[in-house]
C-alpha cells in the first residue's frame, strides 16, 4: 500500500481429513505443471503464428504476382506444419482418454465389487468422456 509492501510468514497444512500424501500432492502438483506448461507454449505458439498468417495474406493480396504467389506457397507451409501435427497429437490424446474410461468404467467395477463383497461403499465411476473429435 502507498509503495510499502509488507510480508507474512504463512504455513498451509494439508486438511487432515484429506487422504492425499505430501509425495502425492507434489506429484499432483509437477503433473498440473506439465499440463499448464504445454498449453502455454501451445498457446504462445498460436500467438506467434496468427501475426504471421495476417502478415502472409496482407503480402498474398496486396503485392505483384511473384510475391502473391511466394506469400501463398508459405501460407501453405503453415497451415501444413499446424495440420500435420494435430493427428498425432489428437490420437494420443484419444489413446489417454481411451485408458481413462477403461480404468473408470470396468477396472473400477471390478474394484468396486471387491469392495461391496466386503461390505465396503463401492467408488463411483466418473461421467464417460468422449473421444476427442480427431476429424
Same mark, same amino acid.
Given at each position: 500500500?502507498?509503495?510499502?509492501?509488507?510480508?507474512?510468514?504463512?504455513?498451509?497444512?494439508?486438511?487432515?481429513?484429506?487422504?492425499?500424501?505430501?509425495?502425492?500432492?507434489?506429484?499432483?502438483?509437477?503433473?498440473?505443471?506439465?499440463?499448464?506448461?504445454?498449453?502455454?507454449?501451445?498457446?504462445?505458439?498460436?500467438?506467434?503464428?496468427?501475426?504471421?498468417?495476417?502478415? +502472409?495474406? @496482407? $503480402?498474398?493480396?496486396?503485392?505483384?504476382?511473384?510475391?502473391?504467389? /511466394?506469400?501463398? #506457397?508459405?501460407? *501453405? !507451409?503453415? &497451415?501444413?506444419?499446424?495440420?500435420?501435427?494435430?493427428?498425432?497429437?489428437?490420437?494420443?490424446?484419444?489413446? +489417454?482418454? @481411451? $485408458?481413462?474410461?477403461?480404468?473408470?468404467?470396468?477396472?473400477?467395477? /471390478?474394484?468396486? #465389487?471387491?469392495? *461391496? !463383497?466386503? &461390505?465396503?461403499?463401492?467408488?463411483?465411476?466418473?461421467?464417460?468422456?468422449?473421444?476427442?473429435?480427431?476429424?
Amino acid at each position: 500500500m502507498n509503495g510499502k509492501s509488507y510480508t507474512q510468514s504463512l504455513t498451509v497444512k494439508n486438511d487432515p481429513r484429506s487422504p492425499p500424501t505430501l509425495a502425492d500432492l507434489r506429484a499432483q502438483h509437477a503433473l498440473a505443471m506439465k499440463i499448464y506448461d504445454g498449453i502455454r507454449e501451445a498457446w504462445d505458439g498460436y500467438q506467434q503464428v496468427n501475426p504471421m498468417r495476417t502478415g +502472409v495474406t @496482407a $503480402a498474398r493480396t496486396e503485392s505483384p504476382a511473384e510475391v502473391a504467389t /511466394a506469400a501463398t #506457397a508459405f501460407q *501453405a !507451409k503453415l &497451415n501444413e506444419a499446424m495440420l500435420k501435427a494435430f493427428p498425432g497429437a489428437c490420437a494420443e490424446l484419444g489413446k +489417454v482418454v @481411451a $485408458a481413462w474410461r477403461s480404468l473408470n468404467e470396468t477396472e473400477l467395477a /471390478a474394484f468396486s #465389487a471387491g469392495l *461391496a !463383497k466386503n &461390505n465396503v461403499k463401492p467408488v463411483a465411476a466418473a461421467p464417460a468422456l468422449p473421444p476427442p473429435p480427431c476429424s
